[in-house]
């Protein structure tokens, strides 16, 4: 890990966000940042409302303060297509592949924002349409190489195991080429070695093609092990931001894990 | 053994993605294509094609229409008969009403208005799913049918409210025996069932299916709900619509809106689940069993009576259909709901190895 390409400006910042459901305060006046090419780790005990951040960073849930700047345009709130155009992609916590279709056609599928030809040229499959297609393949081909996920890419992806859907989501994410990859628990339910090979291919993705990522993940030994920077937060609040080190000496981190003799 | 892809290397992308990839497929593809343009209106008489192979390639083209929308898009519709019928009655008033148009463009022109109409009632799938939203589509189906009949203009003003299908010219040719009109009919069929193909497998089809499984992470990956529910609305009423227009001038010979009742929605529908869904290979499949099926057990129900030596009654043997209809549905619905389809696909799964077990 090279320090050099780890020293990116503030790419994605969220300033004073909240986020209620009806009475339930999912997130209190959060604010963090994101620096280009860092892995950004997002922590806390369950329900402390790591999703619904990760929510609302892509425009499925809206926050109703603080703002959300991603380089230099900034958002009170913004919808999931406006994210996936400005180039988050993610995953999420239960898979949401598209079951019924191919692993190569999830891909694809992943690459949708790129396509340039409107349906009548593909219905005639007339030269641009087949073109595209065929370039949009090779890109996705390389993504199947990078994961290793050669031998299933004909595989409708509902009879694949679940370890291996999770490698396709992530596949599907980078399929869009994104700028910022959000990971919402990349390895939760796998068994050891599969968890290995995650970690690989995320300090891969992040390595090779230099995309920031912040994800959510309850194994701590992970989050320790590979991320540059971690956010923790207790009931919607946050309570703690640095690096792994610093966050794991933090008394406030230590009683919101283990509790607090009363 | 007879059916194995090894030995067949592909070496570039464009191979890989192509309709049939496997040679035997290929093979027997156009195998089945020189034997439908050509052998068939060579040896079929006129009862086989005017009234069994046109009706099946016209309800192939409607389950097809159908499919695009309930199999690949997700969004389930009881309207396929009322699109039709805009089709039909669209078709006919091109024809009457600018008849320099032609006859192509005006079947066009007719699929245009039912793709029109099909976004029109495709609107409540935007807030709607499932059960619900088929419930909104039959209000297609009761108001098409009520528009058709109580505003006189899109019948001519004629008295009955049946009229007759102008005859099909085509640059000053006219398609009058059966066999011409199932020559035609096979030619749309066959160029609107390949524009599908090629559809399917490329983005607007991927967009299709992605709404269908799953449409959270679909609207999260980039893909626009309303642009995507509502094309496949159109594109959809579109191939229900030249359906509809094919059916009256290829099949019936007359326009009328008591051809497309709710009871063919439901045939239509039928097709699909017996078909595959999700499958164009399983709109023909579907198709073709519901228009051959009554014909088989009028047969066999002559066999029947004549081995038992019973006499069985016509109302019977139609009864007996609804029946055996019914319960085959329920039958797929449990065992296969992909269909004849999925079925198919096993089959070559299983030939790729018979007659070896491994």
Redesign the interface.
């Known amino acids: 890990m090279s320090a050099a390409r780890r020293a990116g400006d503030v790419i994605l910042s969220v300033q004073d966000v909240s986020l209620a459901f009806g009475g339930v305060r999912a997130l209190q006046e959060v604010s963090f940042d994101v620096c280009e090419h860092e892995i950004r780790a997002i922590i806390g005990p369950n329900g402390a409302g790591k999703s619904s951040m990760l929510n609302v960073l ?1 425009g ?1 849930y809206h926050p109703q303060q603080g703002k959300i700047r991603l380089r230099n345009k900034e958002f009170a709130d913004m919808d ?2 406006q ?3 400005l180039g988050i ?2 995953t ?1 916590q239960n898979i ?6 191919s692993v190569l ?1 999830n891909l ?3 690459r ?2 790129k ?1 340039r ?1 409107n ?1 009548l040229q ?4 007339l030269g641009p ?2 073109r595209e ?2 370039e949009h ?2 890109a996705v ?1 390389e993504i199947i190489d990078f994961l290793e996920i050669q031998h299933i890419r004909k595989t409708p992806v509902g009879r694949l195991p679940y370890g291996l859907q999770k490698r396709v989501e992530l596949g ?2 980078l399929a ?1 080429e994104p700028a910022v990859l959000l990971l919402d628990e990349p390895m939760a339910g796998m068994n050891l070695e599969e968890k290995r090979d995650m970690c690989r291919f995320i300090l891969d993705v992040n390595d090779h093609y230099g995309t920031t990522i912040v994800l959510i993940e309850h194994d701590m030994g992970v989050v320790m092990d590979i991320s540059d920077r971690v956010v923790v937060l207790d009931y919607g609040r946050k309570i703690a931001d640095g690096s792994p080190d610093e966050v794991r000496g933090n008394q406030s981190v230590v009683d919101a894990y283990l509790g607090v003799a009363h | 053994m007879l059916y194995r892809e090894a030995g067949q290397f592909k070496s570039s ?2 191979e890989d ?1 192509g309709i049939f990839p496997l040679r035997q497929d290929r093979i027997a593809f156009w195998v089945l294509m020189a034997v439908a343009f050509v052998v068939v209106p060579l040896i079929g008489d006129q009862y086989w094609l005017s009234a069994i192979l046109t009706p099946f390639l016209i309800f192939a083209l409607a389950a097809l229409g159908l499919n695009i929308l309930t199999g690949y898009a997700g969004q389930l519709s009881l309207g396929t008969a009322a699109f039709m019928a805009v089709g039909a009655f669209m078709a006919y008033n091109f024809v009457l009403r600018m008849p320099w148009l032609g006859i192509i463009p005006s079947f066009i022109l007719a699929g245009l208005c039912a793709a029109a109409v099909g976004i029109v009632f495709g609107l409540p799938s935007l807030r709607i799913k499932g059960f619900y939203l088929a419930v909104a589509t039959l209000a297609a189906q009761f108001f098409v049918l009520w528009a058709l009949q109580r505003f006189g203009w899109f019948t001519n003003y004629s008295s009955s409210g049946v009229i007759t299908a102008q005859e099909i010219v085509i640059l000053g040719y006219a398609f009058k025996t059966p066999a011409q009109k199932y020559l035609l009919t096979l030619a749309i069929v066959a160029l609107m069932a390949l ?2 193909k ?2 399917m497998r ?3 089809g ?2 299709f ?2 709404v ?3 449409d ?9 709900m309303m642009k995507t529910k509502l ?1 496949a609305f159109a ?1 959809s009423s579109f191939y229900c619509g030249v359906a509809g227009a094919l059916h009256a001038y290829a099949y019936l010979g007359t326009v009328e809106p008591e051809a497309y009742s709710l009871d063919l929605s439901f045939r239509i529908l039928f097709m699909i689940i017996i078909g595959g869904v ?1 499958s164009i290979m399983g709109s023909f499949l579907g198709a073709g069993f519901i228009t051959l099926f009554p014909i088989f057990l009028n047969l066999a129900s002559g066999w029947v009576s004549h081995a038992l030596g019973v006499e069985i009654s016509h109302a019977t043997v139609s009864n007996l259909e609804l029946i055996i209809f019914g319960g085959l549905i329920i039958f797929f619905l449990i065992v296969e709901p992909h269909g004849f389809a999925r079925l198919w696909q096993i089959a070559k799964e299983k030939l790729r190895l018979w007659p070896f077990p491994h």
């Open positions: 892509n499925v999931s297509h994210a996936a155009d992609a993610r999420f949401a592949l598209f079951k019924g279709m056609d694809m599928t992943g949708n924002l396509m030809c349906f593909q219905a005639l499959w349409a087949k297609e065929l393949r090779r081909e599907r994410a869009a | 992308y464009a993605q524009a599908a090629n559809l490329s983005e607007t991927r967009a299916m992605a269908r499984d799953m959270v992470a679909a609207s999260v990956i980039g893909i626009p094309l594109i999700g």
